[in-house]
Structure formats: C-alpha cells, structure tokens
C-alpha cells in the first residue's frame, strides 16, 4: 500500500480501578517482528492545536519500542512525519480528469453513486474531518478529586485559582454551558499543575492515547516544564523558595495559557474565540463514545482494508456497505479493501453519524467530490492510489453539535 503506515494496538490492560481493558495505541512507520514481539519505529502521537481559526494535527514523537498486540496497514495521515519530513498536503483538492473520466466510464462511477456505498463516503469524510478533536484525550479526568484534596493542603492557591476561574467567566460570557464547564476546569487544572510543578509532584497513569505513555512533557518557559496526561495522584511539600516559585509562576497569564493548551486545545484569544471554543467543546462531548471505543477494542475505530470472511462482523461494528450493493457493481468486499473502503463502521460512529444525517445528505450531492476527497488524484485510469495525505481540516460544518 503506497504511503501507508501502521496503527499500533498494544495491550490489553487492565483500566483504572478496575475499568474496562484498554488497549495503546499510536502510528508508527515501521513494525519489525523481533524476538516473538513487534518492534516499532519512528513511533508518533497525533496532537491538537489550533492554526489558522481551526484545529490541526501535528505528531508527536514517542520511544521506540517492542510491544505484543496489532499494527494495521493504514493511509499515512498528512500530520505523520516520515523521517523527519511531514508529506505535503494535498488539501482542497477537486476531481482531476483521469478521476472524473473513471466515475463516468468505469464501474467505479457505478459504485460511488450505490446509495450505500455514497454515504460510507460520505462517513469517511466526516471521520477525517472529526479526527482533530477526536485525537485529544482527556487528560482532565480525574481532576475534580484532584482539585478537592489540593484545596485541603493549598488552601491558599487553590483559593487564587477559583478566583481566575470566576474571572474567565466575566470575560468569556458568550461561551455555551458545555464549554463554560470544560473552560472552568482547564483552568483549575492548569494552575493546579503549576503549582505542583513548583512545590510537589504528580503520578500519572499510562495514557491510552499515547501509546501507554504516561505523559509527554513540555518546556514552557521560565523554568517551567509541564507534564500533560492523566494525573492519578498527587502530593506537597512546599517550601518558602518554592511557594515563591509557584506564585510567581501562577501570575503569569502567558505561563497558564501554555499550561492550559497543553492540556486541551485552545483557539487564541480574539473576534469569534468564545464561539468556535463552545462549537469545539460540543464536538469533543460528543466524541467520547468513539474515543472510549478506540481505546477498548482490538480494532481501529475507522478500518481501513480490514475484511472478513463469510458475512462475519466484528464485535461492536455494524454493516454499512452490503455484500449485494458490490456484486450488483461486479465487485466484492475485497474490492472495498483494495479501495481502503470499509465495510463496517463502528457501533458509536454509525450512532453520531445518524445524528448527523443531514449533513451527510448535503455532502452525498456531490459524487465526484467525495470521490476526490478519499481517492485524490488518480495517477492511471486503471488504479486508485488509496495515499490519503490530505489536510485535517476540522470544517465549521463539524462544529455543528448540540451539547
């Protein structure tokens, strides 16, 4: 498969306290058998931030290492880099001609127009459009405990933190419950971290998301070094250098929105903020049913080419795409496979996508487009290159959930 990667599923563990299991997961470029195990190379995490008034991806490197579980033969998304070099994108892109000659003269046309097989298109743009906010964890949970016992042995900073809490407020009125709720916690999160960074330290459990990991660390300046993951425990013993450490770095507005855009992407401050913040808020809520499976089966929660025998689905998954709709085209699911066009989708993902069925009828309109989106630009008229190196563009249609 050309420009493919691998999704790495390690594991399963045990969850905390006694959780479902979960499995780690990340991309990597290269997965060698070695020793009864899989080594994986140049191993990398998707983060969020914000560019341009929209989330975008960037990876994140991790530790090489040798792990027992899967790796699936995937699309190298554009935010991989590959020895160092991320693939240019190729974002915007409309039908080319040897594209455009195929949907009218080949049984690919044929196909693409299958009502089934068109709204699976469909699907797989709303997941590409979705997977800014769907790569961020939630490094937050636990938090509420968290900030309960570190108002009991700092009274006095966790007072200044619910002071800059009612402040955001005053000056962030128009964002909606959802985000108010997710913005109050941030911020208490941040200066909680800030403050243990300077007079304690925290414990963190391996995080799902990057690769079992547990947290990647940030330089932010002044000394500063921020640990985001998820936190279990946490404990102080301050002194008088370090208390003056903490407030000194706890009044630095600069410091805590570093802090903070570690922890969960922030759109910068300006015209507009409070509204694409609330949108990407209700978007990110509505996204944990997808976040939960991908972290709790053994398969990726967007297949790419996986198919299986004998009308047999995977558990969690349903059919999108009947064997009938292909052989009614001359073809079959291993067609599909060949096209990176699965079959199934994932229970949650079919839900949030039936929610969003209007959408997906507006997009389903433009046949060519779709097909542009998935395949790009077709090099023969007789292949379809399945290198999806296209821009992770979240558009303000994607904003569009209810909390």
């Excluded at 931030?49 to 579980?69: C, K, M, N, V, Y």
């Excluded at 395949?375 to 994607?398: E, F, M, N, Y």
Aim: glycine fraction near 10%.
């Amino acid at each position: 498969m050309p420009g493919s990667i691998y999704l790495l599923k390690a594991g399963p563990v045990s969850g905390e306290a006694g959780g479902p299991r979960e499995f780690f997961f990340a991309w990597a470029e290269r997965v060698r058998p070695q020793r009864g195990l899989l080594r994986a190379e140049n191993i990398q995490a998707p983060i969020c931030s914000w560019e341009d008034g929209i989330p975008r991806l960037h990876g994140a490197r991790l530790p090489e290492r040798e792990f027992s579980g899967y790796a699936y033969r995937m699309p190298a998304p554009s935010w991989f880099e590959r020895d160092g070099q991320c693939p240019a994108s190729l974002g915007g892109r409309r039908p080319g001609p040897a594209l455009g000659r195929l949907l009218h003269t080949s049984p690919l046309g044929r196909l693409c127009r299958n009502p089934e097989v068109l709204l699976a298109l469909a699907q797989d743009r709303l997941a590409l459009e979705l997977a800014p906010l769907l790569a961020v964890p939630d490094l937050l949970a636990g938090e509420d405990r968290l900030f309960r016992d570190w108002a009991v042995e700092r009274p006095g900073a966790a007072a200044h933190a619910m002071s800059s809490c009612e402040e955001i407020l005053r000056s962030q009125p128009e964002l909606r419950p959802a985000a108010r709720q997710i913005r109050t916690r941030l911020r208490l999160a941040a200066l909680r971290r800030i403050d243990l960074a300077a007079v304690g330290r925290e414990v963190f459990r391996p995080c799902p998301a990057f690769f079992g990991e547990p947290h990647l660390g940030y330089d932010l300046g002044r000394g500063l070094r921020l640990k985001a993951g998820i936190v279990r425990m946490a404990n102080s013993w301050p002194s008088a250098e370090t208390e003056a450490g903490s407030e000194s770095w706890r009044g630095d507005p600069e410091l805590i929105l570093a802090a903070e855009t570690r922890l969960f992407p922030l759109p910068p401050p300006g015209p507009g903020s409070d509204e694409l913040f609330s949108g990407a808020a209700d978007a990110w809520l509505a996204l944990e049913p997808l976040r939960k499976f991908q972290a709790c089966t053994a398969l990726p929660v967007f297949p790419h080419s996986t198919v299986y025998p004998h009308g047999h689905v995977p558990r969690g998954f349903r059919i999108r795409i009947s064997p009938g709709a292909v052989e009614g085209c001359g073809g079959t699911y291993l067609t599909l496979a060949a096209a990176g066009l699965s079959p199934y989708i994932a229970e949650p993902f079919d839900d949030l996508c039936r929610q969003r069925a209007g959408l997906l009828a507006e997009w389903s309109r433009d046949v060519a487009g779709l097909a542009a989106e998935k395949w790009g630009q077709v090099p023969a008229p007789c292949a379809i290159s399945t290198d999806d190196t296209r821009s992770d563009k979240l558009s303000r249609a994607g904003f569009a959930w209810s909390a």
